[in-house]
């Protein structure tokens, strides 16, 4: 059940190359506590994104920049 998932910058601001981060599960559905009525309202888990920004380092020139990302929900980035 491998279920890396990744996240590709293309292009850098920086460099203007392309660049792939790794993403990693967040498991933050269970710890939520809300009850079960709340979970009705998610009709497609598997869908759901999120808009975040993040700060991420240019792996060539090692310059951080700001990148707004789409992640999936249930996924955070690692780097
Ligand atoms: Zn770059």
Same mark, same amino acid.
């Given at each position: 059940?491998? &279920?890396m998932e990744q996240i ?6 920086? =460099? ?5 981060y790794p993403l990693s599960v967040h *498991? &933050? +559905? =269970? ?7 709340? $979970?009705? &309202?998610? &009709? ?5 994104? /999120? /808009?975040?920004?993040r700060? $991420?380092? =240019?792996? +060539?020139?090692? +310059?951080?920049? *700001?990148?707004?990302?789409? $992640?999936?929900?249930?996924l955070e980035l690692t780097a």
């Open positions: 059940m491998s &279920s590709t910058i293309d292009p850098c601001p920086i =460099c203007g190359g392309s660049h792939t *498991q &933050s +559905v =269970c710890t939520r506590g809300l009850g079960a009525d709340s $979970l009705k &309202s998610v &009709s497609n888990p598997g869908l759901a994104r /999120r /808009r975040v920004t700060f $991420l380092m =240019c792996p +060539v020139k090692h +310059v951080m920049f *700001q990148a707004t990302l789409e $992640l999936p929900d249930g």
